[in-house]
């Protein structure tokens, strides 16, 4: 890590980690960063859905100059470790489910759902990762989020609500 970015740079690198996880794991350093994002769905969960959906933008938009910062000082294009897309994106993969009404284990499913797609990478996500910066880290994954939206919504509808 370059050390003039000094106590910004580490802050802007840890939060861009998922708080460290994707710094620290020793292996599948993204699925361990996106962790977080777990949390921020519950945070948000009880909103309405307009708020809901206010929110998952805001924490997309602000994933951009995040992931941008951390690819700078870690100095590798998308680099493993940078996981701000993965995990300030996915609140947008649960956003119309209401995860504040079931079983844990059900959230275990959607976050498998979510990396299993982020991972396989259908079309157009892995075209998408050819722009450079914190853009083109991040919106391959808003649209692997919203695949993965479509994926989380249809087993609620199918397994749960009934």
């Given at each position: 890590?370059?050390?003039?970015?000094?106590?910004?740079?580490?802050?802007c690198?840890?939060?861009?980690?998922?708080?460290?996880?994707?710094?620290?794991?020793?292996?599948?350093?993204?699925t361990?960063?996106?962790l977080?994002?777990?949390?921020?769905?519950?945070?948000?969960?009880?909103?309405?859905?307009?708020?809901?959906?206010?929110?998952?933008?805001?924490?997309?938009?602000?994933?951009?100059?995040?992931?941008g910062?951390?690819?700078?000082?870690?100095?590798?294009?998308?680099?493993?470790?940078?996981?701000?897309?993965?995990?300030?994106?996915?609140?947008?993969?649960?956003?119309?489910?209401?995860i504040?009404?079931?079983?844990?284990?059900?959230?275990?499913?959607?976050?498998?759902?979510?990396?299993?797609?982020?991972?396989?990478?259908?079309?157009?996500?892995?075209?998408?990762?050819?722009?450079?910066?914190?853009?083109?880290?991040?919106?391959?994954?808003?649209?692997?989020?919203?695949?993965?939206?479509?994926?989380?919504?249809?087993?609620?509808?199918?397994f749960?609500?009934?």
């Amino acid at each position: 890590m370059d050390s003039k970015n000094g106590f910004f740079g580490k802050c802007c690198l840890f939060l861009a980690s998922g708080f460290g996880l994707g710094l620290v794991a020793p292996f599948a350093p993204g699925t361990f960063g996106s962790l977080p994002g777990v949390a921020f769905a519950y945070l948000i969960a009880p909103f309405p859905l307009a708020a809901r959906i206010f929110f998952a933008g805001l924490l997309a938009l602000a994933a951009i100059p995040l992931c941008g910062k951390a690819e700078k000082i870690l100095g590798i294009k998308d680099d493993g470790r940078i996981a701000a897309d993965e995990w300030m994106l996915f609140p947008i993969a649960t956003i119309l489910v209401p995860i504040e009404t079931l079983p844990w284990w059900w959230m275990a499913v959607f976050f498998a759902v979510v990396r299993a797609i982020d991972i396989i990478k259908p079309f157009p996500c892995r075209q998408l990762q050819a722009i450079h910066g914190g853009f083109g880290i991040v919106i391959d994954d808003f649209v692997a989020n919203l695949y993965s939206l479509a994926a989380n919504y249809a087993i609620f509808l199918y397994f749960i609500k009934q």
